[in-house]
C-alpha cells in the first residue's frame, strides 16, 4: 500500500470550494458550563469527517446542533447554502441507542422517513429493501427490533438513515455498542457506503484508531469549552486489505501523534 501520511490543515481556513455544511461562530452554553466556544468549520461534500476529542468537549453537541436538533447561543449552520434553525429532509441523523421503533418490523423501520414523507407503501418499502440489502440485513425484514442483535439493530438504525437520501449523515458514536469484531465490520461497511453513495458523513467518535482509519478529515476539539484545536487529513489508501492498514506503520504513527496530542486531557 502507499504512504499513509498525515496531512495537518490550518484551522483558520477558507471556505471550501465545495463545502456542503459551513459552521460559522457556534457557541453553546448549558447553565454555567460552556461547551462550544466560537467553532467555524467547513465540511467537504462526499466525504467523511470525523469529530475528536476527550470526553465532555462538545462532540455530540456539536453533531446535534447540526442537525437543527438544539440550538446554538451564537453562531450560524448552513447546510447547501441554507441556514439551519430545525431538522431538514438534507441531514438524516444516526442515534447511538438506535432509536427504532419497538413495534413495527425491520420493513417498517427503515421505511419510517419515507411514510412520514407521504411516500407511496409500494415506493417506500422498495427504497426500504434496497438499503436492508445494502447494510447486509436481507431476510430479515420481517424481525421486530428485539429480535436483532445490538449490531444488527444498528445496521438497521443506518439503513433507515440511507433510505430517506439525505445529503448529510450524521453519526453519534454509532458503532459504541457493538463488539470489536462488529465494529471493524461496521468500520468497513461504512467506508464502502460512502464510497457507493456519495454521501456527505459528519462521525462523532472517542476512538482515535476508528477515525484514523475511517476519515477523510478528523476535527480535534479542545477540551471543555470545545474548541477547533487542529484538523488532519490521514491520506490513507483504503482499498487495500483492511488488516494490512491496521498493521501499517504510518497508520500506526498517525494513531500515535494524535494521542500524544490528546492524552494529556485524560484523567
Known amino acids: 500500500m502507499r504512504n499513509a501520511t498525515l496531512r495537518k490543515v490550518p484551522t483558520e481556513q477558507p471556505a471550501m470550494m465545495d463545502s456542503i455544511v459551513e459552521v460559522r461562530g457556534i457557541s453553546k452554553s448549558y447553565g454555567n458550563v460552556e461547551a462550544l466556544r466560537s467553532i467555524d468549520l467547513d465540511f467537504p461534500r462526499g466525504k467523511l469527517t470525523s469529530l475528536l476529542g476527550p470526553s465532555g468537549c462538545g462532540k455530540t453537541t456539536l453533531l446535534k446542533i447540526i442537525a437543527g436538533l438544539i440550538e446554538p447561543d451564537g453562531g450560524k449552520v448552513s447546510v447547501n ?18 432509536a427504532l421503533l419497538p ?32 447494510v447486509g440485513l436481507s431476510g430479515f425484514e420481517d424481525k421486530y427490533p428485539h429480535e436483532l442483535s445490538g449490531g444488527m439493530r444498528q445496521r438497521v438504525g443506518l439503513a433507515r438513515a440511507l433510505s430517506v437520501d439525505a445529503d448529510v449523515l450524521l453519526l453519534d458514536e454509532p458503532f459504541s455498542a457493538v463488539d470489536e469484531q462488529n465494529r471493524r465490520k461496521f468500520q468497513e461497511d461504512l467506508i464502502r457506503l460512502r464510497t457507493n453513495q456519495n454521501k456527505t458523513f459528519i462521525f462523532v467518535t472517542h476512538s482515535i484508531e476508528e477515525a484514523v482509519y475511517i476519515s477523510d478529515r478528523i476535527v480535534l476539539l ?5 474548541r477547533v484545536s487542529q484538523i488532519i487529513e490521514p491520506e490513507i489508501d483504503r482499498s487495500v486489505d483492511p488488516d494490512r492498514i491496521h498493521r501499517d506503520k504510518h497508520y500506526l504513527d498517525t494513531v500515535e501523534e494524535i494521542w500524544q496530542g490528546l492524552k494529556q486531557y485524560v484523567d
Open 81 to 98: 447554502g441554507r441556514e439551519v434553525s430545525k431538522p431538514g429532509p438534507e441531514r438524516a441523523f444516526v442515534f447511538q441507542d438506535f
Open 103 to 134: 413495534w413495527a418490523t425491520v420493513l417498517r423501520n427503515v421505511a419510517f422517513g419515507l411514510e412520514l414523507r407521504g411516500r407511496p407503501v409500494a415506493e417506500r418499502e422498495k427504497v426500504a429493501r434496497h438499503y436492508i440489502a445494502e
Open 222 to 226: 479542545s477540551p471543555r469549552p470545545g
